[in-house]
C-alpha cells in the first residue's frame, strides 16, 4: 500500500461538500485524479464495476490487514471512511488516526510494517468529522457504515478480534461489487438486505456469483468459520474465489473429522 500524496492537507469524506460548488468541485477532483476518502470513491454516483480495479482495491486493504494481524494487531476500523484512494490507479492508504488496535483497545498504528501498509495523517478527514453534525446525510450515511461494517459478535457486545476483521473485507467487497445508480437506491436495497446473515442484494448474486459466494464466506456469522488472513493472502491475488471457498470448506471439513476423532 503506497504513501498517500498531500497527507497535510488531507482528503474530504463522502458527503462532506456544503455546497454545490463544492460537490461540484470534489466531482472535479475525483475525475482529475485527486486524493478521496474510499467512501466517496465506492458511492460515486453511477460508478460501474470494473472487476481488475475492484479487486486491486479489495487487495490493498487486505494487504494492510494481513500486515496488521502479523504482530497481533486487531484493525478495528477498517472501513472505507477509514481510508483514502488516489486515482489513476487505485492507491489506498489509512487514515493514521484510524489504524488499529491492540488487545487493551490502544493505538496501535506503529506496531506495523510502515513500508506493507504506510498509514495517512487524517487532518482533512477530521474536518470532515466535525461538520458531520452540521449534514444529516453525512451523518446517516456514516452512521450506516458503522451498522454494516459490525460484525455479529461485536453486535453481541464482544471485543473485536482477527476475525471481525476479515467479517469487514467481506463487506467491503460486497461494497466494491454491487453498485447502486443513487445513494438513496443503495439506502433502500440495504435496508431490506441483512449482512449478518449474509443476506445479500439479488444482483451481487447474479451479477458476480464467485465473489458473493466469498463474500458470505468472509460473512459467516460464526467467527471461527472466516478463513484466516495468513491464508487468504496467498490467494486472494488469484481472484480464483470459488477455489478458495471450496478449499476452505474442505479444509474446516477435515479439520473437524479429525477433532471429532480425537475426542
Known amino acids: 500500500m503506497e504513501p498517500s ?3 497535510a ?3 474530504r469524506r463522502w458527503g462532506e461538500a456544503e455546497t454545490e460548488g ?3 468541485e470534489e466531482g472535479r477532483r475525483a475525475e482529475d485524479g485527486g486524493e478521496v476518502s474510499l467512501r466517496e470513491w465506492l458511492d ?5 464495476v470494473e472487476a481488475a480495479e475492484c479487486l486491486h482495491v479489495f487487495r490493498q486493504v487486505a494487504e494492510a490487514v494481513a500486515v496488521a494481524h502479523a504482530p497481533g494487531v486487531v484493525v478495528g476500523s477498517a472501513r472505507p471512511s477509514c481510508f483514502v484512494v488516489s486515482p489513476p490507479f487505485a492507491r489506498v492508504a489509512f487514515i493514521e488516526s484510524a489504524f488499529g488496535s491492540d ?3 490502544s493505538c496501535s498504528g506503529s506496531d506495523a510494517d510502515p513500508d506493507a501498509s504506510p498509514p495517512r495523517r487524517g487532518d482533512g478527514a477530521g474536518r470532515g468529522e466535525e461538520r ?3 449534514s444529516f446525510p453525512l451523518k446517516s450515511v456514516l452512521a450506516m457504515e458503522l451498522n454494516w461494517y459490525t460484525s455479529p459478535e461485536e453486535a453481541d457486545d464482544s471485543a473485536a478480534t482477527f476475525a471481525s476483521d476479515v467479517y469487514r473485507l467481506g463487506v467491503l467487497l460486497f461494497e466494491l461489487f454491487c453498485t447502486f445508480e443513487t445513494m438513496e437506491d443503495k439506502m433502500r436495497a440495504m435496508a431490506t438486505a441483512n449482512l449478518r446473515h449474509r443476506v445479500l442484494p439479488p444482483q451481487l448474486l ?3 456469483p464467485k465473489e458473493a459466494s466469498f463474500c458470505q464466506l468472509l460473512m459467516h456469522p460464526v467467527p471461527e468459520t472466516r478463513p484466516k488472513m ?3 493472502k496467498s490467494h486472494i491475488a488469484s481472484r480464483d474465489f470459488e477455489g478458495i471457498v471450496q478449499v476452505w470448506d474442505v479444509t474446516r471439513s477435515q479439520v473437524f473429522v479429525e477433532m471429532r476423532e480425537h475426542e
Do not use: F, N, Q, T
Not at 44 to 48: H, K, Q
Open 5 to 7: 500524496r498531500g497527507a
Open 9 to 11: 492537507g488531507g482528503a
Open 22 to 24: 463544492d460537490a461540484a
Open 44 to 48: 460515486r454516483p453511477g460508478r460501474a
Open 103 to 105: 488487545a487493551s483497545g
Open 132 to 134: 458531520a453534525g452540521k
Open 206 to 208: 447474479l451479477k458476480w
Open 230 to 232: 495468513s491464508y487468504m
